[in-house]
C-alpha cells in the first residue's frame, strides 16, 4: 500500500510537470511576410502579443507586433526563456528493494506564466516630448507628443485631440497613452470601451457575388444622358474627365476664402469645405463671411452650374465630424441635409470622413451611412452627386490588413456602389502604397502608386491579401485619384505635372505608364482630385491650368 501511494504520487508529479509544460509552452515567433488571422498569439522581443486584426506585416512596412494598431501586447513571454529544470525528486519513504522509482528529471518544471498577474499601467515617463497642438496640421504615425502632463504616442496619421482619442496598447485609437511625465501621478488608463476596436469576424465581407473586375465587353457610354435637374432646377452634367478641387469655407495659410465666382473655370466639380457636425446626427453650414452674402453664394452656385459645373457639399474633413449611431440620427441627417441642398443649392455631397466621425469597420456609422445617404439620394432625385475622398489605408488598406481603419470605407464603398459618382481617395499624407503589384510600398508621388491604386479600384483585390474575400472593382467613371496641388498643401506625397499627366494617359490609354499597368486602358476613367482650389490659387494655378489642359487631351 505505501508503495503504490508512492508511485501515484510520482506518476502525479509527472502529470502536473508535463502539462505545466505544455501549458507554459512559449507561443510561436512572429515572423514577417506570413500571413495572420485575427486573434492569433505570437511572441517578440520577450513579449507575447494578440493579432487585432487579419494581416500580413510586409517587411518592407516596417511593421511588427508594436504596432499598436495591429497588435495587442499580453505581457511578458511565459515561455520566452528555458524553464528552469526542477531538482531530482526524492521519495521521502525508503523504496522497497524491488521498486524501482521513476525517474522525474527528463521533464523539467518551467518557470510560472508571469501573465498571470494583470499587465501594469504603463510607468509614468520622467521626460516630456513636445507639446500636442491644435493648429497643427497632423502628426505622423510614430509622433510623440505632451498634453497636460500625459505623454502620447501617434498610432497613425492623426489629427485628432489625444485626451479624446487615445488608450491603452491596442485600443484602436489614434494615439497611444505612454504614461504621465515630470513625475505626475501616472495616468489612469483610458477605458477603450467608447470606441472598442471590432473583431473582423464580425464585420460582414464586403464580397459582392461576382468579384469581376469592371466590364470590358460593354463599356460605359461616353455620350452620358443628362442627369434630371438639381433641386435648384438647374441642369448640370458632369464633364467626361473631371479636374475636382476642394474650396476652402475657412481662412488658413493659403489665405482667405473668397466668393465661388473666383473659382476659375478650369475646375469641373467645386467641393465646399466643409460642414458642420450639429449634434445627434444633424449637419449644419456657415458661410464664411469672406465668401459674400448669402444670396451672393447662391447665385454663384447657379452660374457655375450653368457652365456645366458641380457644386458639392463635403462632410468631414481635417477637424470635421458626423454623428450616426443610431436611426433617430440617421433622419436627423436626412432632413437637414436635404434642406441645405435645397437651400443653396448643392448637387450632392462628398464624404471625406475621418478618424474623428469613428469610422472603423464594425462601427455603427458604417451602416447607418450607407442608409442616410440611400434615403437622402431618394429625397433629392437622381441629380444626387455622390463622391468620397478616403484616406488610402481605409479603401486599399484593406489589402494587408483588413480590419479597424484599414479597409473600413470598402463596406461603405459597396453599400453605395450603384450610387456613387467618383471617388478620389487621397494618396497622400500616408506614406507608400501596398498593392498585389510589387512587393514593396509604391512610393508617394510616383505614377506607379497612382496607377496601382486606380487599378486596385477598377480591377478589384483581395482582403486581407485574399483570406478575408475581395473587393470588386468600380466602374471606371467612378473613380479618379487625389493628390496635392502643391507642396504647401500636404505634408507629403506631393507630384510634378508630368506625374499626374503620365498617370491619366497610363489609365486611359496605356501609354507613359511605369512598372504597373491596369489589365486595359479605360478611356471613361474620370480625371484627378486635389487640395486644394485655395491652395492652386494661392502658389499660382500651377496644379490646375496644365492638369485641366492635359484632361481636355484625353480620348
Same mark, same amino acid.
Given at each position: 500500500?505505501?508503495?503504490?501511494?508512492?508511485?501515484?504520487?510520482?506518476?502525479?508529479?509527472?502529470?502536473?510537470?508535463?502539462?505545466?509544460?505544455?501549458?507554459?509552452?512559449?507561443?510561436?515567433?512572429?515572423?514577417?511576410?506570413?500571413?495572420?488571422?485575427?486573434?492569433?498569439?505570437?511572441?517578440?522581443?520577450?513579449?507575447?502579443?494578440?493579432?487585432?486584426?487579419?494581416?500580413?506585416? @510586409?517587411?518592407?512596412?516596417?511593421?511588427?507586433?508594436?504596432?499598436?494598431?495591429?497588435?495587442?501586447?499580453?505581457?511578458?513571454?511565459?515561455?520566452?526563456?528555458?524553464?528552469?529544470?526542477?531538482?531530482?525528486?526524492?521519495?521521502?519513504?525508503?523504496?522497497?528493494?524491488?521498486?524501482?522509482?521513476?525517474?522525474?528529471?527528463?521533464?523539467?518544471?518551467?518557470?510560472?506564466?508571469?501573465?498571470?498577474?494583470?499587465?501594469?499601467?504603463?510607468?509614468?515617463?520622467?521626460?516630456?516630448?513636445?507639446?500636442?497642438?491644435?493648429?497643427?496640421?497632423?502628426?505622423?504615425?510614430?509622433?510623440?507628443?505632451?498634453?497636460?502632463?500625459?505623454? @502620447?504616442?501617434?498610432?497613425?496619421?492623426?489629427?485628432?485631440?489625444?485626451?479624446?482619442?487615445?488608450?491603452?496598447?491596442?485600443?484602436?485609437?489614434?494615439?497611444?497613452?505612454?504614461?504621465?511625465?515630470?513625475?505626475?501621478?501616472?495616468?489612469?488608463?483610458?477605458?477603450?470601451?467608447?470606441?472598442?476596436?471590432?473583431?473582423?469576424?464580425?464585420?460582414?465581407?464586403?464580397?459582392?457575388?461576382?468579384?469581376?473586375?469592371?466590364?470590358?465587353?460593354?463599356?460605359?457610354?461616353?455620350?452620358?444622358?443628362?442627369?434630371?435637374?438639381?433641386?435648384?432646377?438647374?441642369?448640370?452634367?458632369?464633364?467626361?474627365?473631371?479636374?475636382?478641387?476642394?474650396?476652402?469655407?475657412?481662412?488658413?495659410?493659403?489665405?482667405?476664402?473668397?466668393?465661388?465666382?473666383?473659382?476659375?473655370?478650369?475646375?469641373?466639380?467645386?467641393?465646399?469645405?466643409?460642414?458642420?457636425?450639429?449634434?445627434?446626427?444633424?449637419?449644419?453650414?456657415?458661410?464664411?463671411?469672406?465668401?459674400?452674402?448669402?444670396?451672393?453664394?447662391?447665385?454663384?452656385?447657379?452660374?457655375?452650374?450653368?457652365?456645366?459645373?458641380?457644386?458639392?457639399?463635403?462632410?468631414?474633413?481635417?477637424?470635421?465630424?458626423?454623428?450616426?449611431?443610431?436611426?433617430?440620427?440617421?433622419?436627423?441627417?436626412?432632413?437637414?441635409?436635404?434642406?441645405?441642398?435645397?437651400?443653396?443649392?448643392?448637387?450632392?455631397?462628398?464624404?471625406?470622413?475621418?478618424?474623428?466621425?469613428?469610422?472603423?469597420?464594425?462601427?455603427?456609422?458604417?451602416?447607418?451611412?450607407?442608409?442616410?445617404?440611400?434615403?437622402?439620394?431618394?429625397?433629392?432625385?437622381?441629380?444626387?452627386?455622390?463622391?468620397?475622398?478616403?484616406?488610402?489605408?481605409?479603401?486599399?488598406?484593406?489589402?494587408?490588413?483588413?480590419?479597424?481603419?484599414?479597409?473600413? @470605407?470598402?463596406?461603405?464603398?459597396?453599400?453605395?456602389?450603384?450610387?456613387?459618382?467618383?471617388?478620389?481617395?487621397?494618396?497622400?499624407?500616408?506614406?507608400?502604397?501596398?498593392?498585389?503589384?510589387?512587393?514593396?510600398?509604391?512610393?508617394?508621388?510616383?505614377?506607379?502608386?497612382?496607377?496601382?491604386?486606380?487599378?486596385?479600384?477598377?480591377?478589384?483585390?483581395?482582403?486581407?491579401?485574399?483570406?478575408?474575400?475581395?473587393?470588386?472593382?468600380?466602374?471606371?467613371?467612378?473613380?479618379?485619384?487625389?493628390?496635392?496641388?502643391?507642396?504647401?498643401?500636404?505634408?507629403?506625397?506631393?507630384?510634378?505635372?508630368?506625374?499626374?499627366?503620365?498617370?491619366?494617359?497610363?489609365?486611359?490609354?496605356?501609354?507613359?505608364?511605369?512598372?504597373?499597368?491596369?489589365?486595359?486602358?479605360?478611356?471613361?476613367?474620370?480625371?484627378?482630385?486635389?487640395?486644394?482650389?485655395?491652395?492652386?490659387?494661392?502658389?499660382?494655378?500651377?496644379?490646375?491650368?496644365?492638369?485641366?489642359?492635359?484632361?481636355?487631351?484625353?480620348?
Amino acid at each position: 500500500m505505501q508503495k503504490a501511494k508512492r508511485n501515484a504520487r510520482i506518476a502525479g508529479l509527472i502529470a502536473t510537470l508535463v502539462f505545466a509544460a505544455s501549458a507554459y509552452a512559449a507561443y510561436p515567433a512572429w515572423q514577417a511576410d506570413v500571413y495572420y488571422t485575427a486573434g492569433t498569439i505570437v511572441s517578440y522581443n520577450g513579449h507575447d502579443y494578440k493579432a487585432l486584426v487579419n494581416q500580413t506585416d @510586409y517587411t518592407s512596412t516596417g511593421w511588427n507586433p508594436t504596432n499598436a494598431s495591429l497588435w495587442t501586447d499580453l505581457g511578458a513571454s511565459a515561455g520566452g526563456a528555458t524553464p528552469t529544470p526542477a531538482p531530482t525528486a526524492t521519495p521521502t519513504a525508503t523504496p522497497a528493494p524491488t521498486a524501482t522509482p521513476v525517474p522525474v528529471t527528463a521533464t523539467p518544471a518551467p518557470t510560472p506564466k508571469p501573465t498571470a498577474t494583470p499587465t501594469p499601467a504603463p510607468t509614468p515617463a520622467t521626460t516630456c516630448y513636445a507639446a500636442w497642438s491644435a493648429t497643427q496640421d497632423h502628426y505622423n504615425g510614430g509622433d510623440k507628443v505632451t498634453l497636460n502632463g500625459v505623454n @502620447y504616442v501617434a498610432n497613425w496619421w492623426t489629427n485628432a485631440n489625444p485626451s479624446t482619442n487615445s488608450g491603452p496598447s491596442g485600443s484602436g485609437k489614434d494615439w497611444t497613452v505612454l504614461g504621465n511625465c515630470g513625475g505626475a501621478t501616472p495616468v489612469p488608463t483610458p477605458v477603450p470601451t467608447a470606441t472598442p476596436t471590432p473583431k473582423p469576424t464580425a464585420t460582414p465581407t464586403p464580397t459582392p457575388a461576382t468579384p469581376t473586375p469592371a466590364p470590358t465587353a460593354t463599356p460605359v457610354p461616353t455620350a452620358t444622358p443628362v442627369p434630371t435637374p438639381t433641386p435648384t432646377g438647374t441642369p448640370s452634367s458632369l464633364a467626361k474627365h473631371a479636374l475636382v478641387g476642394y474650396w476652402h469655407n475657412f481662412t488658413n495659410p493659403s489665405g482667405n476664402t473668397y466668393p465661388i465666382a473666383q473659382v476659375t473655370d478650369d475646375w469641373d466639380v467645386i467641393v465646399v469645405s466643409f460642414a458642420d457636425n450639429a449634434g445627434g446626427g444633424a449637419v449644419s453650414f456657415t458661410l464664411d463671411p469672406n465668401a459674400g452674402t448669402e444670396a451672393q453664394f447662391i447665385a454663384d452656385i447657379k452660374a457655375k452650374q450653368a457652365k456645366g459645373k458641380k457644386v458639392v457639399l463635403s462632410l468631414g474633413g481635417q477637424n470635421g465630424s458626423v454623428t450616426l449611431n443610431s436611426s433617430s440620427d440617421v433622419t436627423n441627417f436626412v432632413n437637414s441635409l436635404y434642406g441645405i441642398i435645397t437651400k443653396y443649392g448643392f448637387d450632392g455631397i462628398d464624404l471625406d470622413l475621418e478618424s474623428g466621425s469613428g469610422v472603423s469597420l464594425g462601427a455603427p456609422i458604417i451602416s447607418n451611412l450607407v442608409t442616410a445617404v440611400q434615403q437622402l439620394k431618394a429625397k433629392v432625385g437622381s441629380s444626387f452627386y455622390l463622391s468620397m475622398a478616403p484616406e488610402w489605408p481605409y479603401v486599399q488598406g484593406g489589402y494587408t490588413s483588413y480590419g479597424s481603419i484599414w479597409g473600413a @470605407y470598402l463596406p461603405i464603398i459597396d453599400g453605395l456602389r450603384n450610387d456613387l459618382t467618383i471617388i478620389h481617395v487621397q494618396y497622400y499624407n500616408n506614406g507608400g502604397l501596398y498593392t498585389p503589384y510589387a512587393t514593396g510600398a509604391l512610393p508617394e508621388g510616383s505614377v506607379d502608386m497612382l496607377v496601382g491604386g486606380s487599378k486596385m479600384l477598377i480591377e478589384g483585390f483581395g482582403l486581407a491579401a485574399g483570406a478575408s474575400g475581395t473587393f470588386a472593382g468600380l466602374r471606371p467613371d467612378q473613380v479618379a485619384f487625389g493628390v496635392p496641388s502643391g507642396p504647401s498643401s500636404a505634408n507629403s506625397g506631393f507630384v510634378t505635372s508630368a506625374t499626374v499627366n503620365n498617370t491619366l494617359d497610363c489609365m486611359t490609354k496605356l501609354v507613359n505608364c511605369g512598372t504597373i499597368k491596369p489589365n486595359q486602358a479605360y478611356p471613361t476613367f474620370r480625371g484627378v482630385m486635389t487640395w486644394s482650389i485655395n491652395w492652386d490659387k494661392h502658389d499660382g494655378y500651377n496644379f490646375s491650368v496644365p492638369a485641366a489642359a492635359h484632361l481636355k487631351t484625353l480620348p
